[in-house]
């Protein structure tokens, strides 16, 4: 039986991880504008940064995905629905991207901004080649957890339509009527996918580590 | 004020929606957290076999998606002869979902009462469960409770997801009205609205209750 369900349920393993990377990747880049933003010297800058930011949490991803789904069409604007997936998930991924660099950017001392400015390097240098390769070392953990919370998050694409892991489980549960083994293969797929990213970002911390020195 | 009119209207329908969304988010909790403290302390047991199950109970909990959690338990009850409401259902999933997230929290809180305050336990003659109860148990909780509300609130926005398996929650009635009116982006943006607000009450509760619990940390 599992000869059958792990090839029919393991054909979403493509597109699981295409939305999750490409959400991961928009979400990533619109998050570093995000934590721009929330710095700037422009009040109604920070205000709109920070409100966004805020409002993307509290409202629930499946809630996300219904309102770009189903919502926007109705003015005219037709999505895939792995337009629409990637689309929701970028703007969820973006705020909690946001925050996450936000931790790694406190967590560098005030003193290298200072000793940089005493070096004479410019602001754009000293984000740069100061802060930013710093402030990424510090960050990663927290985006290899969060890229493992939005693969999980990603399941919910099904619900409109993506046929990624667990649309086919639950295709195949309907069909072959055997439920459990359906969610456990789509389950220990999902266990696998994870353990992979998280061992990858070990490693990347690590080398990173060794590189300055501190292993 | 078209959409404000609407959504007035609308509202009456919603209502019993939410309230069982905030049920089931509350036993989930209410399950959920002394699951995940049990779950915790099991880990920590001298005996292996129950570090085990905790191992694998909250690694299921944690790895598996919640969506595909729901799924396996709709899907696989009742072929094992156990036919639940689509609610006790979500309910079971949920509060495995929460159990194992709370687990962690709850372990590090444990792990994060000092030593020594399990060995002035023992000296003042508080052995086992009773020095545990006494002394460790209401430290580590201060230190998990603010990572804990903020699961609750995780856990909340996760009841939406039982609208897969049919309970009849905020999402689905939402889905209902939708299906009906064809007014899908007004109906889903009411929601999301309700959603976020309630979210808001429950994070200002969680910054009231951090503050309370951090009291004994400002002097002056």
Same mark, same amino acid.
């Given at each position: 039986m599992i000869t059958q369900l792990l090839p029919a349920i393991a054909q979403g393993v493509g597109l699981t991880l295409y939305v999750t990377g490409a959400s991961l990747l928009f979400g990533g880049v619109i998050g570093l504008v995000l934590v721009g933003a929330t710095r700037s010297p422009i009040g109604i800058v920070r205000g709109i940064a920070t409100l966004y930011i805020n409002v993307v949490r509290v409202i629930p991803p499946i809630t996300w995905l219904f309102l770009i789904y189903?919502? @926007?069409?109705?003015?005219? @604007?037709r999505l895939s629905t792995i337009q629409a997936a990637i689309i929701g998930f970028s703007i969820i991924a973006s705020a909690f991207m946001a925050e996450i660099y936000r931790s790694g950017l406190l967590s560098i001392p005030e003193g290298q901004r200072e000793a940089a400015h005493a070096l004479g390097l410019s602001t754009l240098t000293t984000v740069r080649h100061i802060i930013t390769p710093q402030a990424f070392r510090v960050a990663l953990p927290a985006i290899a957890t969060y890229g493992i919370g939005l693969l999980k998050d990603s399941a919910l694409a099904s619900t409109i339509g993506v046929r990624e892991i667990t649309y086919y489980a639950q295709q195949s549960a309907e069909q072959t009527h055997e439920g459990l083994l359906s969610f456990i293969v789509a389950g220990a797929l999902y266990i696998v996918i994870s353990l992979v990213i998280a061992v990858v970002s070990r490693r990347v911390d690590l080398t990173l580590r060794k590189k300055i020195g501190v292993a | 004020m078209d959409i404000l009119t609407q959504w007035l209207g609308w509202l009456p329908n919603l209502a019993p929606g939410l309230l069982i969304s905030l049920q089931l988010t509350g036993l989930a909790l209410l399950f959920g957290f002394p699951l995940g403290l049990l779950l915790a302390v099991m880990a920590a047991a001298k005996f292996a076999p129950l570090q085990w199950i905790s191992f694998l109970v909250v690694e299921i909990g944690r790895g598996l998606p919640a969506l595909v959690l729901l799924y396996l338990l709709y899907f696989s009850l009742p072929d094992a002869g156990v036919t639940l409401t689509s609610l006790t259902t979500a309910i079971i999933a949920l509060s495995w979902n929460t159990g194992a997230y709370a687990s962690e929290y709850f372990r590090a809180g444990l792990a994060a009462v000092p030593l020594g305050q399990k060995e002035a336990a023992l000296t003042s003659g508080l052995r086992g469960w009773t020095g545990f109860r006494i002394v460790i148990l209401p430290q580590a909780l201060r230190i998990s409770t603010p990572p804990l509300a903020g699961l609750a609130v995780l856990v909340f926005q996760g009841s939406a997801l039982a609208f897969v398996i049919a309970v009849p929650e905020l999402m689905s009635k939402g889905f209902e009205i939708a299906s009906i009116t064809f007014e899908y982006l007004s109906v889903y943006l009411l929601t999301a609205v309700i959603y976020g607000s309630i979210t808001l009450v429950f994070l200002a509760l969680v910054r009231v209750l951090e503050q309370r619990l951090g009291r004994h940390l400002q002097r002056n």
């Open positions: 189903f919502g @926007l069409p109705q003015y005219a @604007l | -």
